[in-house]
């Protein structure tokens, strides 16, 4: 039996939109990278013509609602690298409240806005704070649906929106594929004028995500077999942002039973770390890069020697980490990615362990919300403007 085979199984055999959208990402992260490379042109164009650029004094503040909140925190790396140093992920829950003090509304602003179905209310009116407080400002919105109300904003002149290809629009309540595409598609646009560099990037990244669920579906589904009623991601830097999303991902499909936590490493260490019980899965998603992991390796081996949580799982490829977590995922190769590009395999974990404890507590993955709390566009929310 290939090792592969259990979870593709578990897949396959539950008709939910949810499963076809987590086993496509790989194929859906290399068409995103075409679709870039179709409108290059459309987005230097939109670049040139609003003088954005690394030169310029512009503040950039990339925002979402929350998963899509969660992209810019990891996608605010990528653009900061690209020269853009004055970036920042804001959430749009924040902006409505309070857009004039966070935003310093005399310096032109670049907002960038993610949104899967692009009918946020929080979405639609951070646009329009913008639009009515900030001297100059630009839109960039990145969506994955054509006809929601984001996806139209791109016919006003200081606007322009690129759109996934169609599979990245989630059905299902959780999002997938629509989360990991549009931190692809943030992370290209970022540095559009080097766009061919991201080419074997996009490939390793198709590598690394089809290598996951192929090579550690068996593992994943003995872990999600586990009793846990906790689940707490570690992250830093860009991954940080996935350990959040991490965090929410297995909550949300587990219908809050397995109640989420997320911080960095050294974060961990103050406080936190208190919430790990005998019930508690640990997840460590490790940096590729090697003085980050040295911060991170110290906090593996001291919860080790202090034998705490019920099971504890890494990814990445560090050797040493080994001896200290009772199951790792070895990725070889990852030096060859920015590191802002590893949340985009990495969250795979969270989505597949999300899947199958869903289906384990006998939910439906595609709405496992059985009181109704949660849905999958946020309804109810009125805006005062």
């Not at 030169?55 to 790396?77: D, H, M, P, R, V």
């Not at 999300?354 to 439906?364: H, Q, R, T, Y």
């Amino acid at each position: 039996m290939n090792k592969s085979q259990p979870i593709l199984e578990v897949f396959n055999d539950m008709d939910t939109h949810t499963s076809k959208e987590i086993l496509g990402q790989p194929k859906l992260w290399a068409d995103v990278y075409k679709k870039i490379r179709n409108q290059e042109k459309e987005i230097h164009d939109f670049f040139k013509r609003e003088s954005i650029n690394n030169s310029k004094n512009l503040n950039i503040i990339l925002t979402g609602a929350g998963s899509s909140a969660f992209i810019g925190e990891i996608a605010q790396y990528s653009f900061r690298k690209a020269g853009f140093k004055n970036t920042k992920a804001v959430p749009t829950t924040d902006l409505v409240t309070h857009f004039t003090d966070i935003v310093d509304v005399q310096k032109p602003l670049l907002l960038v806005s993610f949104g899967r179905s692009g009918n946020s209310p929080e979405s639609i009116a951070a646009i329009k704070l913008a639009n009515k407080h900030c001297s100059e400002v630009s839109h960039l919105i990145i969506s994955c649906n054509e006809s929601g109300e984001l996806a139209q904003k791109a016919n006003e002149p200081n606007t322009h929106a690129f759109i996934l290809p169609p599979p990245a629009e989630d059905q299902g309540l959780a999002m997938t594929g629509s989360f990991s595409g549009m931190v692809l598609a943030a992370n290209i646009i970022s540095n559009i004028n080097q766009l061919e560099k991201y080419e074997p990037i996009v490939s390793k990244t198709v590598q690394i995500g089809k290598k996951i669920l192929q090579q550690y579906s068996k593992l994943l589904h003995e872990i999600s077999n586990k009793d846990f009623t906790r689940v707490i991601f570690l992250g830093d830097g860009p991954l940080l942002g996935c350990a959040r999303e991490s965090h929410l991902k297995v909550q949300e499909l587990s219908d809050g039973i397995c109640l989420g936590k997320f911080d960095s490493f050294l974060g961990f260490r103050h406080g936190p770390k208190a919430v790990v019980n005998d019930n508690s899965l640990l997840i460590y998603l490790l940096s590729n890069d090697e003085n980050v992991i040295k911060y991170q390796y110290d906090l593996i081996k001291q919860i080790s020697t202090q034998n705490l949580g019920m099971h504890s799982l890494a990814i990445g490829n560090t050797e040493e980490v080994n001896d200290y977590v009772d199951s790792y995922i070895q990725i070889e190769d990852l030096d060859s990615l920015p590191e802002t590009f590893l949340a985009i395999p990495y969250i795979l974990i969270a989505q597949i362990i999300g899947f199958l404890k869903s289906k384990n507590l006998s939910l439906n993955p595609d709405n496992p919300s059985q009181n109704g709390a949660i849905s999958r566009v946020v309804e109810g929310v009125n805006i005062y403007i």
